[in-house]
Structures are given as C-alpha cells and as structure tokens.
Nanobody, 124 residues
Framework: QVQLVESGGGLVQAGGSLRLSCAVS????????MGWFRRAAGKPSEFVAT????????FYADSVKGRFTIFRDAAKNTVYLQMDNLKPEDTAVYYC?????????????????WGQGTQVTVSS
C-alpha cells in the first residue's frame, strides 16, 4: 500500500520560507520518482517539482525555478520541498505524489498516487 503523508504547510508573508515534508512508504520511496503538484482555488492542478528515485535528477516548473528545491532523505523515507522567496501566487494546496516509474516527469498522469494535501498561504 502506498502511503504519502504531507506536513509543513501554513501561513507565511511574501518573501518568507516554508519546508514541506512527505513521509513515503519505504517500497515506494526506493523505486518511484516523487513529485509535488499544487492546486490553487478555482484552478487545475499544476506541476511544481520532481525528483527521480535515486535523487540524482530534478526538474522544476519555470514559475518556481530558483526559489524551490526538492530533495529526498533516504534515511527517513521522506521527500521535501524547500520553498524560499514565496510569493502570493504560490498560495495553493500542495500535494506530494509518487510516480509509476523511477524517472522524472512533469506529467500529471504519470503520478497515480497522491497525498492528502497541505495548504500553503502566502500573504502580501
């Protein structure tokens, strides 16, 4: 059974930072690429970042490149999204996702497993 449990969302002022965590079931963590997606109110889900199963390759949406960093800790079976220089347009529910393969992808349909989501609100 695939388990993805997010934490770390909250309210922050523009320019601030947050770190999201996603605890992953061990078998999934050791085999799947992981991704973060977000959904703002009234909008479809949007790709944010992805990292491959080994942690060697990453890819980011243009809107977050240079501000967000995705990384994984094998000792804790946890994937993180470090978000710096946050902007009001980053406000959304953020979802941790696990891919159906080990290589990175920005495509929604490559991620069959989604966590429950965590709210990030950035005030201006």
């Amino acid at each position: 059974q695939v388990q993805l449990v997010e934490s770390g969302g909250g309210l922050v002022q523009a320019g601030g930072s947050l770190r999201l965590s996603c605890a992953v079931s061990p078998r999934t963590f050791n085999n799947a690429a992981m991704g973060w997606f977000r959904r703002a109110a009234g909008k479809p889900s949007e790709f944010v970042a992805t990292i491959d199963w080994a942690g060697l390759n990453t890819f980011y949406a243009d809107s977050v490149k240079g501000r967000f960093t995705i990384f994984r800790d094998a000792a804790k079976n946890t994937v993180y999204l470090q978000m710096d220089n946050l902007k009001p347009e980053d406000t959304a529910v953020y979802y941790c996702t696990a891919a159906s393969k080990g290589s990175i992808s920005a495509m929604n349909h490559q991620y069959p497993y989604w966590g429950q989501g965590t709210q990030v609100t950035v005030s201006s």
